[in-house]
């Protein structure tokens, strides 16, 4: 259902010692490194990368400039393994949708996708705001040193069953996947914008989010 804006690299297919420093956060989460992604991760979703310095983000994960950069690197290292971090996960949840869409019908696997990726957004919104600074901020873009679309929109529509060959995906297609992440990521990202015109609590907001993306997106793609 959803497509991505980060690096395409996975974790294992990083620079060795990117990885490295990656993998040993991910295995620690009470390690140094961790919190510094963690607080890394906060902010680069609260501001984007270029208004993020790596003095907000040693004052978030409570060390020094030098600690951060002993453990890290550069700020775009550190950028970096944010972003693949995450891929990670989406990569999970998209799998996740997969095993759960098996053998049921276009609606019920549309019903699925939504739920399951606006939980996971909900949960996380510094991803939808970092893949929205990838769409409208050059400089957050050129931060990220490969970004490939292509390959998670064809795996989607697959999945999504709008096509039955990855090389053979149709513009419509992916015009329809991208309809459909836009629509996600915008309610996701501006639940604080939209929320008071609703005048609901979170919980509703989550729950009006996702029935009325069902109301307006499952029609469209199993009417006619």
Known sequence: MLELVF??????SMKGVMASRLEKALQNPDSTKARILNAARR??????????TTRMIAAGA?????TLHYHWGEKQDLYEGVLAAINEEILTKFKEVES???GVDLRRRLEIAIDIMCDFLFAHPEVANLILFGYFRKA???????VNVA???????IAMGLAENPALVSVQAKARILAVWNAVLNFISGEAFF??????????YQDVVKETLKFILVPAFTTG
């Open 62 to 66: 409570g060390i020094d400039v030098s």
């Open 100 to 102: 759960r869409c098996t």
């Open 195 to 204: 929320r008071p015109m609703m005048d609901v609590d979170r919980r509703a």
């Open 43 to 52: 902010l680069f979703g609260a501001n984007g990368f270029s208004d993020t």
């Open 140 to 146: 957050d873009r050129d931060a990220v040193l490969d």
């Open 151 to 157: 390959h998670h929109v064809s795996n989607i529509a």
């Open 7 to 12: 690096c395409s690299f996975p974790v294992n």
